[in-house]
């Protein structure tokens, strides 16, 4: 969602992004019923968890550990007992959370067809969830398709591309080491009076509590921006972001009061920028937004640090 001005394209693919390609993963042949079978929902191992490299994220370093095989599961899934964990799975279909405490790892989450107003993973309320060393790669991108509508969420070396929003972010979600890009932009979007889709990788309309964390998230080459906050739908506040490496958008950070009143509370400390927002702006903050930590931030190429935010509505 463009809330101010903000949307456009940039001029070249940045540098610093790392390779789009999705990671190489075996799947393991044969369907499962669109029900979770007692081998797709597995017990936690006892085996000690692959070791994966430190540092930026990248499509070598989130989604799923190379050399896991995964068993495939057909059908929309609807995870509603607390404490499931489903681990080691390709799930051509929507997954739904309902429990509290679910855990999903080493998976590739597809979606299924075609299908509008709607997210890959969708935790729904009531519901909380880890999802970690996971990829979300839909079979069928959509101008209103999203990859993970979140609350109550730890979200961790995740592999995200190919949707609308990489992650609609509401109140108590961490996403961290994790790669948001290659985001799916059309011409006509329902949602936006049949303009073009605004591009975010990381979005929150409401809540409280949202942490991001060693993240590479790029809003390019189309987007709006690679963190875009509004108040649409709720007050917004608590929001940490840290040590993250950010490009692309009009604005690459976006804050904006828009729908309800000051917008504070936010925390941007020790991020690198790359320079291809479209208006040469970093951070954008509207007239009613204030930031409670600005500090250490710097452009990723020279290590200078970033401009003033640009503060308009």
Known sequence: MCA?????????SPSFAGSSSPPATAVASGSASPT???????????SAAPKLPTGKPSATTTG???????????????YARAGQVIQNVDIHGYVTIKAKNVVIRNAILRGGGARCNAAVVNVASGGSVTIERSEISPSHPNACLDGIWATNATLRRLHIHGVVDGVKAGSNVVLEDSYVHDLAWFASDPNQGGGATHNDGVQTLSGAHVTLRRNVLV?????NAAYQVTQDFGAVTDLH????WLDGGGCTLNFAHKGGASLTGIYVVGNRFGRHSTFRCPILVSTKTTLSANSANV?????KAIPAPQRHD
Do not use: F, M
């Open 241 to 244: 972001i840290e040590h993250n």
């Open 36 to 46: 979770p079978s007692a081998s797709a929902v597995a017990k936690p191992s006892r």
């Open 4 to 12: 101010l001005a903000g949307c456009g394209t940039a001029p070249e």
């Open 299 to 303: 452009w990723d190429d020279t290590g």
């Open 64 to 78: 799923v550990p190379k050399g896991v095989a995964l068993r495939r599961i057909d059908g929309d899934q609807t």
């Open 219 to 223: 809003a390019y080459p189309k987007g």
